[in-house]
Nanobody, 119 residues
Framework: QVQLVESGGGLVQAGGSLRLSCAAS????????MGWYRQAPGNRRELVAE???????NYIDSVKGRFTISRDNAKNTVYLQMNSLKPEDTEVYYC?????????????WGQGTQVTVSS
């Protein structure tokens, strides 16, 4: 069993910053890709950023230059530093990890954390 626990969401004014964290725990042999998705009510979940075990990163265009994803492999933790936040960044953010749990690689998801940016 693998669990992902997120923290760091909240309310911030436009132009401000937040840092999201997501720690994986449980039966973990290896973590491949880790990343962050977000979802607004009525919309599909979309990828925000992801990072491979080799630290290769990928971002959606709307956050490039403002968000930075990083990971600490020793802590099985992924971070999302969000700067210059805009009201349109207001969504629930979910972390995910592709984890080898000793049997196979499988995707796991966090419970979600609300990010609200006021104008």
């Amino acid at each position: 069993q693998v669990q992902l626990v997120e923290s760091g969401g909240g309310l911030v004014q436009a132009g401000g910053s937040l840092r999201l964290s997501c720690a994986a725990s449980g039966t973990i042999f290896r973590i491949n890709v880790m990343g962050w998705y977000r979802q607004a009510p009525g919309n599909r979940r979309e990828l925000v950023a992801e990072i491979t075990s080799g630290d290769e990163t990928n971002y959606i265009d709307s956050v490039k230059g403002r968000f930075t994803i990083s990971r600490d492999n020793a802590k099985n933790t992924v971070y999302l530093q969000m700067n210059s936040l805009k009201p349109e960044d207001t969504e629930v953010y979910y972390c995910y990890a592709n984890v080898n749990n000793g049997i196979a690689y499988r995707d796991y998801w966090g419970q979600g954390t609300q990010v609200t940016v006021s104008s």
